[in-house]
């Protein structure tokens, strides 16, 4: 399905800024799915996804933590997984203000998604870059919708892997937290 933002893509890049400042203020649904769905949705047939990804494989997972749970969102279908009723946001990251964010996405990578061809040097290098692109693409949604985000490399990898249930070789990258 074709997502509408209603702004010029160079009012989205002009306005693409990083905020470390939330007030816990909900936000529809509808905003969130098009937000996730600019980070990795689904935008042709087949495999194709909004952000380039290795190969055309979708390595990168978003979940998403709010005051009712972690979610995991779907691409194929769009939609939103429930993976627990726990509120995390106050466990997963070293910055407070990530808990005042009325969600907060958190971006995972399975590395053993990648062809026996792919030497482990390459799989990292790759993955990275991945997130950078799915990352932008969630700045840009966000500034469309006026809503506030940052990429956070400084997160607390363990406890993250302790609350989610993450397949072996799927590891955290970065939050992202979107939120007024
Ligand atoms: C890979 C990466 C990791 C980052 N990690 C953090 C972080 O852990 N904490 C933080 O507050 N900002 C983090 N940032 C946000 C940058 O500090 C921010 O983009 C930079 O200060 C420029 O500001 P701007 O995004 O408003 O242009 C990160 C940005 C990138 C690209």
């Known amino acids: ?10 009012d989205a890049l002009s306005k693409r800024m990083t905020t470390r400042k939330y007030g816990n203020i909900e936000m529809p649904e ?3 799915l098009k937000v996730l769905w600019a980070g990795i949705g689904k935008n042709r047939e087949n495999r194709g996804r909004t952000a380039p990804m290795p190969l055309g494989d979708v390595i990168i997972s978003l979940y998403v933590a709010s005051k ?20 995390i946001r106050d466990k997963i990251a070293h910055q407070d203000f990530v808990e005042n964010a009325a969600n907060v996405i958190i971006m995972t990578a399975d590395i053993d ?7 482990n040097e390459s799989r990292k290098i790759w993955t990275h870059a991945t997130a950078g692109a799915v990352a932008q693409n969630i700045y840009l949604a966000a500034a469309a919708l006026k809503l506030g985000t940052v990429m956070l490399a400084w997160i607390k990898h363990n406890e993250i892997e302790k609350l989610l249930p993450l397949k072996k070789g799927e590891k955290p990258l970065y939050l992202m937290p979107i939120g007024k």
């Open 1 to 10: 399905m074709v997502k509408t933002f209603n702004v010029d893509l160079s």
């Open 30 to 32: 509808e905003n969130l």
């Open 68 to 87: 009712d749970g972690v979610r995991l969102y779907n691409g194929e279908n769009e939609s939103l997984e429930s993976i627990s009723e726990d509120d």
């Open 113 to 119: 998604n990648y062809p026996a061809s792919i030497d």
